[in-house]
C-alpha cells in the first residue's frame, strides 16, 4: 500500500516500483522527518485546521515512533517507499484516524527538502569539530617543532628553508577554509521549504514564520516552485565535502612522500602504518593512500550531482531523490578520512636533523642574492651572480658553506666575512620580514592565533 495507490487499477510492477524505494537509504532521515512532521502538526492546530484533540494525538503518536526509532534501530524498516510512508504508516496504525490528517496541506516534495535541511543542519557541526580536531593535530605538530626546519618546494624541487611549523599551518589553514566552507553549506539548507506546497504553495493558514521558528531556520524561501526543486544547498554541501577531500588528498599526497625512504623528514608511527604480506621490510602508508583515493570519490560525488540537476524542467522531478545517497556517502567519506588523517599526523615523528639537512645548501641562493641586494647590488644582477656561483659550486659537488672567503670575494667584492651567518638556513627563516612569512616570531603568532581559533571552537589548551 503506497500513499498514492487510490488513483491507480493495479498493483505496480515491481521492477518499476522497487527500483523507486528510497526507503533502504532515507531511513537516515527518520529523526528529521519526525520533527519536521510534530512542527507541522503542531502549525495545523495553530491553523485550526487539526482539532486540539488530533493535534495532541498526532504528537503524542509521533513522539512514541521516535523513541521506539532511537531505542531499537531495526524497527525503521518495512515494504514501505520511502521513510515519510513509513513514518505516516506508524501513525496511523497507532492512533487511526487522526493519523490520516497529518499530511494536510503538506507534500513530500517539500517535506524531502526539509528533511534533508534538517539532516544537514543536525550533521555538518560533527564534521566541522572533526576538521578542527584535525587542525589541532597540525597545531600540535607546529608546536613540537619549533626553531625545526625544513625546505619547501615549488615544481617538487626544494625552493627555500621554511619553519616545520609553518608547513603544518599551511595544512590547518587550508583545513580552516574547509570549516568555513561547511558552515556556509549549513547556512544554504537554513531555509524553511514547509509551505510550498506540491510546488504552488498551500491553501492552508500555516504561519511559517512561527514554524520556521519552531524548526531552528533563520528564514524561509521564497519561492514554492523554486524550492521544490532547488537542491543548492545539496551542491554546496558536496563543494564543501569534496575540496575538504582535494586538501586532505593533498596532506596526504605530501605525508606519502616525507615519510618515504627518500625523504624521511617524518616517520609513521607503526599504529597508522601497515606491513606487506611478502616484503618484511615494507611499512606502507595506506591510510593516507586511502584518504588520496576517496578524495576521487568525494569530487566524484559533487560532479554527479550537479549532472543530475542541469537537466531538470521546473518543480519537483524524482531524479532529485539522488541527492540522499551523494550526500551520505560524502559525508561518511569526510568524516573518516578526517579521522584517519587526524591518526596519521597527530602520531608522526619529525626527524629534525634529516629536515634540516634537506633544507641547507643551494636553496639557500635567493638569501646570498638578498645579500648583495642589501648592498646596493640591484636584484637582477645580484641573481647571474649567485646563479654563476652555483653553477660552479653543483659542477663541483659543494655547496655555500664551504666557500673560503677568497671564493665569495672573487664572485663579488660586496661579500664581507659575515656571508656564512647570512647563508644558512635559520638566517634564511629569520629574514623574512612579513606576517605570513616563515619567519619564527610571524610563526610563533600564526600558531598563537589558531590555538584563539581553536578555543572558539571549544578544542585547544
Ligand atoms: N523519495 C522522494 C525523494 O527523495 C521523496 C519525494 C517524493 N515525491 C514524489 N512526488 N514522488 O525525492
Not at 593533498?250 to 606491513?275: C, P
Request: glycine residues 8%; hydrophobic residues 45%; contains cysteine.
Amino acid at each position: 500500500m503506497t500513499l498514492w495507490s487510490g488513483r491507480f487499477d493495479t498493483a505496480p510492477d515491481p521492477a518499476a516500483f522497487d527500483f523507486g524505494v528510497s526507503f533502504g537509504f532515507d531511513r537516515a532521515l527518520f529523526e528529521d522527518d519526525i520533527t519536521g512532521s510534530l512542527a507541522w502538526a503542531d502549525a495545523l492546530g495553530v491553523a485550526g485546521v487539526l482539532s486540539p484533540d488530533d493535534a495532541r494525538a498526532v504528537a503524542d503518536g509521533l513522539r512514541a515512533i521516535l523513541e521506539e526509532g532511537r531505542h531499537d534501530p531495526a524497527f525503521v524498516a518495512g515494504p514501505d517507499e520511502d521513510v515519510h510512508s513509513f513514518v505516516e504508516r506508524k501513525l496511523v496504525e497507532r492512533i487511526g484516524d487522526a493519523g490520516r490528517r497529518l499530511h494536510t496541506g503538506r507534500s513530500r516534495n517539500e517535506q524531502v527538502s526539509l528533511d534533508l535541511r534538517l539532516y544537514l543542519k543536525r550533521r555538518i557541526p560533527a564534521l566541522q569539530h572533526q576538521a578542527a580536531v584535525l587542525v589541532e593535530a597540525c597545531a600540535g605538530q607546529a608546536e613540537r617543532a619549533g626553531l625545526a626546519l625544513m625546505p619547501s618546494y615549488t615544481h617538487m624541487r626544494r625552493a627555500q628553508p621554511v619553519l616545520v611549523a609553518h608547513y603544518f599551518l599551511a595544512h590547518a589553514a587550508a583545513l580552516r577554509r574547509d570549516h568555513a566552507r561547511l558552515a556556509a553549506a549549513a547556512h544554504e539548507a537554513d531555509a524553511l521549504p514547509l509551505g510550498s506546497g506540491a510546488v504552488a504553495g498551500t491553501s492552508y493558514p500555516i504561519d511559517t514564520a512561527r514554524l520556521a521558528r519552531t524548526l531552528g531556520f533563520s528564514r524561509l524561501v521564497s519561492n514554492s516552485l523554486d524550492a521544490s526543486s532547488d537542491r543548492d544547498f545539496v551542491a554546496a554541501f558536496l563543494y564543501a565535502a569534496a575540496l575538504a577531500m582535494v586538501h586532505l588528498s593533498r596532506l596526504a599526497e605530501d605525508l606519502v612522500i616525507f615519510t618515504g625512504e627518500e625523504h624521511a623528514f617524518f616517520d609513521l608511527a607503526d599504529a597508522s602504518a601497515t606491513g606487506s604480506s611478502m616484503m618484511p621490510q615494507k611499512k606502507n602508508p595506506d591510510p593516507l593512500e586511502l584518504v588520496r583515493g576517496k578524495a576521487g570519490r568525494a569530487i566524484g560525488r559533487l560532479t554527479g550531482w550537479l549532472a543530475t540537476m542541469k537537466g531538470l524542467p521546473s518543480g519537483y522531478n524524482k531524479d532529485l531523490q539522488e541527492d540522499k545517497e551523494a550526500v551520505f556517502d560524502a559525508e561518511a567519506t569526510l568524516q573518516a578520512s578526517l579521522r584517519a588523517a587526524h591518526a596519521v599526523v597527530s602520531r608522526l615523528s619529525l626527524n629534525a636533523e634529516r629536515a634540516e639537512r634537506a633544507a641547507s645548501g643551494l636553496l639557500l641562493a635567493t638569501d646570498v642574492a638578498d645579500y648583495l641586494v642589501a648592498r646596493g647590488m640591484p636584484f637582477r644582477r645580484a641573481h647571474e651572480v649567485v646563479g654563476a656561483l652555483v653553477r660552479r659550486l653543483l659542477a663541483e659537488g659543494r655547496d655555500f658553506s664551504t666557500l673560503t672567503l677568497e671564493e665569495w670575494r672573487a664572485a663579488s667584492e660586496l661579500f664581507g666575512d659575515d656571508v656564512p651567518q647570512a647563508a644558512t638556513a635559520l638566517a634564511s627563516v629569520r629574514a623574512r620580514q612579513t606576517p605570513q612569512s616563515t619567519n619564527p616570531a610571524a610563526v610563533g603568532a600564526a600558531l598563537e592565533e589558531c590555538r584563539a581559533w581553536l578555543k572558539s571552537c571549544g578544542l585547544g589548551i
